[in-house]
């Protein structure tokens, strides 16, 4: 691990703005993913921001109904909280299915939606990484694909995004509430904060330089029958190969979002037409344009039979 400078934030202002001044500063929450990389010399910070002493973990009710929940939420909070459990079931779920109980009760909210990718040629630095180093090249074409992404992919990557929660946020609608550099605040969509590879994967997100999250918003309930189907290589402590976060409603109707199968939350808003028709007509639709190799293309069975067992459930 390299040399940095450490400093805690005072206000959210203050830390995108300090984020903003040097080059390779990083914000520091709870740590479960960016001192890993840090060990392995992925990412190489210069200053180290930490964002512990602010008050950003409070999860309250919003006035249209919704619910505010702050960035610095710990993952195990977010996911025992009544509100989650009772009105947006499948983000509970989705929470409970990531990492182990240790991780979740250090996990922050806007940390889930940041993490990067666990794609093997990536925490591999003997290996060429566009993500890692623009321009290097990518060593996953070509290479072993079982685990990569079949959907938005670019000649440039093809990594998946490793979050749950953040399937389960793009299902919900939630927004992304920011504060930059410059004291000026905004809320991106959560279909807009995510991107997709294109020619600069190592741009993961539509945030600015020094940008920092400060909470996440969801829409009020939808109801409908809601649930997370994560299917993984072993029963915990996997990241997903599939997973699909679904909400059904009486009349068939409803949402699907996928995981483990895009560089980001694969959600198709036409596609959900389908859902009345049934599983297949469904992910045929949500899954047009799929690329895969001869290695990672189960991933479109896969799909489809787990959004198939979520539809099968009983409703009501």
Not at 28 to 45: C, F, Q, S, W, Y
Not at 105 to 134: E, H, I, V, W
Not at 169 to 197: K, Q, S, Y
Request: hydrophobic share 40%.
């Amino acid at each position: 691990m390299r040399a940095f400078t450490y400093e805690r934030a005072r206000t959210p202002a203050e830390a995108a703005a300090a984020a903003a001044s040097e080059p390779g500063a990083r914000f520091i929450a709870g740590g479960t993913n960016l001192l890993d990389l840090m060990k392995l010399e992925i990412e190489t910070p210069r200053r180290l921001i930490d964002l512990g002493g602010l008050k950003l973990d409070e999860i309250k009710a919003t006035r249209d109904g919704g619910l505010r929940i702050g960035a610095l939420a710990r993952n195990t909070d977010l996911a025992a909280d009544k509100r989650v459990r009772k009105d947006y079931p499948v983000l509970s779920r989705a929470l409970l299915a990531g990492a182990s109980g240790q991780l979740r009760n250090k996990a922050t909210t806007a940390g889930n939606l940041l993490q990067r990718t666990r794609c093997p040629y990536f925490y591999d630095t003997n290996m060429p990484c566009n993500k890692r180093s623009p321009g290097a090249g990518c060593s996953a074409i070509g290479g072993f694909t079982r685990s990569h992404a079949v959907l938005g992919t670019s000649e440039a990557c093809i990594a998946t995004h490793p979050s749950d929660m953040a399937v389960a946020m793009r299902l919900l609608d939630a927004g992304v509430e920011t504060v930059r550099p410059d004291g000026a605040t905004r809320t991106i969509p959560i279909a807009e904060f995510h991107r997709l590879p294109a020619e600069t994967p190592h741009i993961e997100t539509a945030l600015a330089p020094g940008e920092l999250i400060t909470a996440v918003t969801l829409p009020k309930p939808v109801g409908g029958k809601q649930a997370y189907h994560k299917v993984r290589d072993r029963a915990s402590y996997a990241f997903a190969l599939v997973s699909v976060a679904t909400i059904i409603h009486e009349d068939g109707s409803g949402r699907v979002a996928l995981g483990g199968v895009a560089h980001k939350p694969w959600r198709v808003e036409e596609a959900e037409a389908a859902m009345p028709r049934g599983a297949k007509a469904t992910t045929e639709a949500l899954l047009s344009g799929a690329r895969t190799t001869a290695q990672n293309a189960f991933k479109l069975t896969l799909a489809e039979r787990a959004l198939g067992a979520a539809m099968a459930q009983p409703r009501g």
